[in-house]
């Protein structure tokens, strides 16, 4: 089973946490790190998330240069409040700039004044609508070459886009969720080359990864996000990576930070790569 760390780009820590952990999460053997995308604090992250953010694109194009092997996952990206050309030339100058190394989340985001606070309020109840427009959207630029578009939320005539990513045919979509609703569930089937919920159990994992291969007429990786109230202590880790192992599930992202307050205790970063290093190191117990 293949593991993730989430690197804490959010909180007390953030700034260490982007410079130091990628490097040593490619050391210790790690096959991916993570970034979350907020943009700025709205009161309705309280009290998980503060107003502390790293960027996640700039903070992942820093973790591609620090690094030369690890996959750089982006965990999941707010797509309706960015630009969708903007944004697929940003991915593809980081895939070129890490020799294909991006593993690109989409997700359609909840906060309601971050929205707004970003100038893209219009777009938030049509944001399903939205994120499904953009993703062709992208596809398109990185086929390159010259092309226009017409859509019910973005038109243009005659750009040329280059240069595309590295990973043909496309840098590969993971598609959150953190339920089995059926607008989500119908985006993963249609789009994604990997499903990436949060918040599921493994039966929970098994029951609606069925239900989605069964829709999307193909078997679709699955993967998990799971955080630091999930599992206590490196044995509980393995046994609970183990039983999603099980069901199908070949990589977790695991956030080892907690919320925000736990982030600003003293010594945070420290035993976000204590409890890190303990986990991988047992990696091999979830061979097979």
């Known amino acids: 089973m293949r593991l993730g760390l989430v690197i804490n780009n959010n909180g007390a820590p953030a700034l260490e946490a982007v410079r130091r952990l990628p490097a040593l999460a490619e050391e210790a053997g790690y096959d991916s790190v993570w970034v979350t995308d907020h943009v700025v604090g709205v009161r309705s992250f309280e009290p998980v ?26 965990g999941v990206l707010v797509v309706p409040y960015r630009d969708p050309v903007l944004t697929a030339k940003m991915i593809a100058t980081i895939d070129r700039l890490s020799d294909g190394r991006v ?26 609508k939205v994120t499904d ?10 086929e390159g070459g010259e092309f226009g578009w017409d859509g019910e939320f973005f038109r243009f005539r005659n ?7 590295v990973q043909r045919p496309r840098v590969p979509l993971w598609i959150g969720s953190r339920t089995g609703q059926a607008a989500p569930i119908r985006r993963v089937a249609k789009y994604a080359d990997v499903w990436h919920p ?15 291969d069964d829709r999307a007429g193909r078997a679709v990786r699955r993967t998990v996000r ?6 206590d202590g490196a044995a509980a880790w393995i046994d609970l990576l183990g039983a999603y192992r099980d069901v199908g599930c070949d990589e977790a992202a695991i956030d080892f930070g907690g919320t925000d307050a736990d ?9 976000v790569l204590e409890d890190a290093l303990a986990v991988v190191a047992r990696r091999s117990e979830l061979a097979g």
């Open 103 to 128: 593993d690109l989340g989409i997700g359609t985001g909840w906060a309601k004044s971050e929205y707004h606070a970003l100038g893209r309020g219009v777009f938030f109840e049509p944001r399903g």
């Open 49 to 74: 998330y503060g107003g502390t953010w790293m960027e996640p694109v700039t903070s992942l194009t820093y973790m591609a240069a620090t690094t030369s092997r690890i996959r750089l996952g982006m």
């Open 263 to 271: 982030l600003a205790k003293p010594g945070a970063l420290e035993r």
């Open 198 to 212: 949060t918040g599921l159990s493994p039966a929970e994992l098994r029951r609606t990864g069925d239900e989605l």
């Open 226 to 231: 799971l955080s630091r109230s999930d599992a």
């Open 159 to 165: 750009i040329r886009f280059d240069p595309v990513p």
């Open 133 to 142: 427009e953009s993703i062709a959207l992208m596809l398109r630029c990185w």
